[in-house]
């Protein structure tokens, strides 16, 4: 063999790899810094005599990134529909179209018949009015906490918002909705208590310093028991403006999800403002949704803060077609059928057995998750493996992520699309040849 002197000058020079056309090519998708930086690495292992020197433009081909960005795409075989350490909402591929047409140079302030300046948002703002008729006005910012100090900044600062006890939400990562007014120099005016508040404690807080009254829903948990609350219809009589949170972004009721409100409802029980998600149950982009009486959305829409809190053309663009296009993933895994869920794992996991894996089809319970629909448990089916696919399917490629349970690996199909169901046979048969 070669010493160590006579192997590191063999190594081939960077600008000899460089020059490989596989390298070339990937320089102008990847970018030249990524690229020397898998050439870099390649020639160290050539140094080390982990690979020959003739290998290392192989070496450096291999190490590429499939894309610039680190983010990627993941089987969320976990049965939480809406996965927050996933990105939520999976988007319909009628959105990511729309979102790669809007990326270059787009429309998105500019009207091509005319040639004139126009309504940034115009497309998106009618898509989600026509979606609720019964809303005045609408307007999109970048996700429902910019919705929320948004509305308070320009309906309550320095004024109060009364708000009930039970009602004062963390919303995950530490984030809690009280400190979020807060921030907007609003004063909160705390009603009630945790588990029961009255139109009567309302009443009694309401006064000239009520910028607006805020029902939050706690859609991350459930009280149950002696519990009680005034709901909106009760609460508009109040003489101040009615603020409803409805979290999850259903814009109409949704039968199998009968405690989780939607705009459409609260609208017409009386509220005068409502706040939502548009990565949620909506199965849209990040965004955040204000929908009401023209005057109040008016005023958010003109608050200088509303330029700081304002969605891209992307949002837009993905945001739009989520509302007109075909129906979005995250609202075809909620009512995805139970029958078709279990003939999917059954076969999935038939194929597996068949190459000698310890596959079974089982039942599953999944869940809407996201902080939406606390205890609905989704009857599902799963493919049961033993626990040591686990790491290997999650650091694969794809990532698969699934779920353990006792000592099984779970790979819930609820929040897979069936026509990923290949993939995931084809991930656990490739992890299969590794871990047996
Ligand atoms: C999720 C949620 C929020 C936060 O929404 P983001 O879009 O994540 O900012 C606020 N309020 C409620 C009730 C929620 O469920």
Known sequence: MFGNMDRRRRVPRTDAVLADSRLVEAGGRLGRSVVKAAVAAAQERARQGEIAPEEVADAAVKALPARAASLRPVVNATGVLIHTNLGRAPLSAAAVEAMTAAAGSADVEFDLATGARSRRGRGTLAALASAVPMAQDVHVVNNNAAALVLVATALAAGREIVISRGELVEIGDGFRIPDLLASTGARLREVGTTNRTSVRDYADAVGPA?????????????IEGFTGSAEVP?????????????????????????????????????????????????????????????????????????????????????????????????????????????????????????????????????????????????????????ERFAVPLRTGDPPVVGRIEGAQLLLDLRAVPPERDDDVARAVLAVAEVVG
Do not use: W
């Open 234 to 386: 009760e609460l508009t009589g109040l003489g101040v403006p009615v603020v409803v949170d409805i979290g999850s972004g259903l814009l109409a009721r949704e039968p199998l999800l009968p405690a989780e409100p939607d705009a459409t409802t609260m609208i017409e029980a009386g509220a005068d403002l409502v706040t939502a998600s548009g990565d949620k149950l909506l199965g849209g982009p990040q965004a955040g949704l204000l929908l009401g009486r023209c005057d109040l959305v008016e005023r958010c829409r003109r608050h200088p803060l509303a330029r700081a809190l304002r969605v891209d053309k992307l949002t837009l663009a993905a945001l739009e077609a989520t509302l007109r296009g075909p129906v979005p993933p995250v609202r075809r895994a909620l009512h995805a059928d139970p029958a078709v869920l279990e003939r999917r794992a059954t076969a999935l996991a038939g194929r597996l057995a068949r190459a000698g894996i310890d596959a079974l089809g089982v039942p599953s319970e999944a869940a809407v998750g996201g902080g939406g629909a606390p205890g609905v448990l989704l009857p599902s089916a799963a493919v049961s493996l033993p």
């Open 210 to 222: 009520t910028g607006f009254v805020l029902k939050v829903h706690p859609s991350n948990f459930r």
